[in-house]
Nanobody, 125 residues
Framework: QVQLVQSGGGLVQAGGSLRLSCAAS????????MGWFRQAPGKDRECVAA????????YYADSVKDRFTISRDNAKATVYLEMNSLKPEDTATYYC??????????????????WGQGTQVTVSS
């Protein structure tokens, strides 16, 4: 059982920055692909960024490309999401997810088997 504990998030003005962190309980974290998803009220959960086991391959949704950066520190079993130039439309609950048993990233929620508790990100205009 992998436990993912998220931190970061909060309220920020448009144009500001936030960093989300997600710490995993398993030492085998280093061989899992990881993803960051978000879900706004009334909308489907969407993948905004994902990273393979080594950090060498990443995915970004078009809506966040060039503004968000996903990274991981396998020694600390932690994955990060650096969010810059935030927009009001980035407001959502953000979730980290682990794709245990897979080294390559994916973008559909059902392809991930462990989830963090979620953290609210609110961007004011």
């Amino acid at each position: 059982q992998v436990q993912l504990v998220q931190s970061g998030g909060g309220l920020v003005q448009a144009g500001g920055s936030l960093r989300l962190s997600c710490a995993a309980s398993e030492r085998t974290f280093s061989v899992y692909a990881m993803g960051w998803f978000r879900q706004a009220p009334g909308k489907d959960r969407e993948c905004v960024a994902a990273v393979n086991w080594s950090g060498a391959s990443t995915y970004y949704a078009d809506s966040v490309k060039d503004r968000f950066t996903i990274s991981r520190d396998n020694a600390k079993a932690t994955v990060y999401l650096e969010m810059n130039s935030l927009k009001p439309e980035d407001t959502a609950t953000y979730y980290c997810a682990a794709r245990a048993g897979f080294e390559t990233w994916a973008v559909r929620p059902y392809e991930y088997n462990y989830w963090g508790q979620g953290t609210q990100v609110t961007v004011s205009s």
